[in-house]
């Protein structure tokens, strides 16, 4: 499975969790993967960024059931 949560922006931030502040997980059986972004770039490329990521992180733990 996959999964992306956080602040895209531009709004929505707090002094803890700030704009930009995105979390990208990807799971398998042969284990999870999990990623911190940080930095507000803008919303539409804190969405794209973790977007790529994710489809990285897919890819990554598809591969890996492949492996022997």
Not at 40 to 58: K, Y
Request: charged fraction near 20%; charge should be neutral; glycine fraction near 14%.
């Amino acid at each position: 499975g996959v999964s992306i949560t956080g602040i895209a922006g531009p709004d929505g931030g707090t002094p803890n969790k700030q704009v930009g502040l995105i979390y990208v997980a990807a799971a398998s059986t042969a284990g999870t993967q999990v990623m911190e972004l940080e930095g507000d770039l803008g919303r539409e490329h804190n969405r794209a960024h973790a977007v790529r990521l994710a489809l990285s992180l897919s890819a990554d733990a598809a591969l890996s059931l492949r492996r022997p």
